[in-house]
T-cell receptor, first 113, second 117 residues
Framework: AQSVAQPEDQVNVAEGNPLTVKCTYSVSGNPYLFWYVQYPNRGLQFLLKYITGDNLVKGSYGFEAEFNKSQTSFHLKKPSALVSDSALYFCAVRVDSGYALNFGKGTSLLVTP | GAGVSQSPSNKVTEKGKDVELRCDPISGHTALYWYRQSLGQGLEFLIYFQGNSAPDKSGLPSDRFSAERTGGSVSTLTIQRTQQEDSAVYLC???????????????FGPGTRLTVT
């Protein structure tokens, strides 16, 4: 079965500092990996995806993610955090038996001024 | 352009009643998905529609749940005889055809918050 794990329930970072939100995956076959962000009382917004090719994927709002096959990880990063980045972040993998996404439990990011 | 829209945004219903939740996907998107987001279970896949193909219902938690997609566009998720454990946010998403060989991201609506009292 395809699955992702987000080991941190919450990540705290000061504004201006780099941020990392962790995600590891478990798949059979090629992984198709996604990051989404959810602001309070809003739906999920797509940030970026890894399908194939370069291990460093750039996405919306200055976010990027690094695909690491040996460590089965797909961590989300941003060089300089903003207070407005505070939200709930979900890592997801596309299942191989269909086209739906399996989501991690989410990581709450809090960026303090 | 317009994104995925869902209605109602909030729904409060009594246990045992039936409810219908509506989703309008992005124009031109052939794939439509329903997910459920709850505190205890996180984000769960419910059902997937692609064009005129038979839907993938593998995520529906019980036979009280059903969904239709009319004309390849609007979808309705119906929950019969609602139970308190059905309380959750129901999210709809759409994408370009995932059967084309390309991997497309899904775009989500704002969700319907269902509360069963």
């Amino acid at each position: 079965a395809q699955s992702v794990a987000q080991p941190e329930d919450q990540v705290n970072v000061a504004e201006g500092n780099p941020l990392t939100v962790k995600c590891t995956y478990s798949v059979s076959g090629n992984p198709y990996l996604f990051w989404y962000v959810q602001y309070p009382n809003r739906g999920l917004q797509f940030l970026l995806k890894y399908i194939t090719g370069d291990n460093l994927v750039k996405g919306s709002y200055g976010f990027e993610a690094e695909f690491n096959k040996s460590q089965t990880s797909f961590h989300l990063k941003k060089p300089s955090a903003l207070v407005s980045d505070s939200a709930l972040y979900f890592c997801a993998v596309r299942v191989d038996s269909g086209y739906a996404l399996n989501f991690g439990k989410g990581t709450s990011l809090l960026v303090t001024p | 352009g317009a994104g995925v829209s869902q209605s109602p945004s909030n729904k409060v219903t009594e246990k045992g009643k039936d409810v219908e939740l509506r989703c309008d996907p992005i124009s031109g998107h052939t794939a439509l998905y329903w997910y459920r987001q709850s505190l205890g279970q996180g984000l769960e896949f419910l059902i997937y529609f692609q064009g005129n193909s038979a839907p993938d219902k593998s995520g529906l938690p019980s036979d009280r749940f059903s969904a239709e997609r009319t004309g390849g566009s609007v979808s309705t998720l119906t929950i019969q005889r609602t139970q308190q454990e059905d309380s959750a946010v129901y999210l709809c998403a759409s994408s370009s055809s995932p059967t084309s060989g390309r991997i497309y991201e899904q775009y989500f609506g704002p969700g319907t918050r269902l509360t069963v009292t």
